[in-house]
Nanobody
């Protein structure tokens, strides 16, 4: 499984960004795709996840109502639309994948992309 994340950048507080994660290497029928983030000195934090088949989603409380995860079967791509960004959203964002149930624990995801940096200025 190969995951390639992109779309990070610098944005002012209140602004929006859309991250993309292109997935390749297999059929993702029974997979869950997720986004995590990590700030300097902090542990990797769950952001959102989506089941590839049915599109079921879960979100962390810190982003619920502001972020939206989606997937495009034709493009084999997962997106994270981030709105109303706050300085505390600043982090490196990673996409990840696992086969099985939708969960929010990073250690249960065996496949990871390289990360893309999101910086939100106040």
């Amino acid at each position: 499984v190969q995951l390639q994340a992109c779309g990070g950048g610098l944005v002012q507080a209140g602004g929006s960004l859309r991250l993309s994660c292109a997935a390749a290497g297999r059929t993702f029928t029974n997979y869950v795709m997720a986004w995590f983030r990590q700030s300097p000195g902090k542990e990797r934090e769950f952001v959102a996840a989506i089941t590839w088949n049915l599109g079921r989603t879960i979100y962390s409380d810190s982003v619920k109502g502001r972020f939206a995860i989606s997937r495009d079967h034709a493009e084999n791509t997962v997106y994270l639309q981030m709105n109303s960004l706050k300085p505390e959203d600043t982090a490196v964002y990673y996409c990840s994948a696992r086969e099985g149930n939708i969960v929010s624990v990073p250690n249960l995801y065996p496949h990871w992309g390289q990360g893309t940096l999101v910086t939100v200025s106040s």
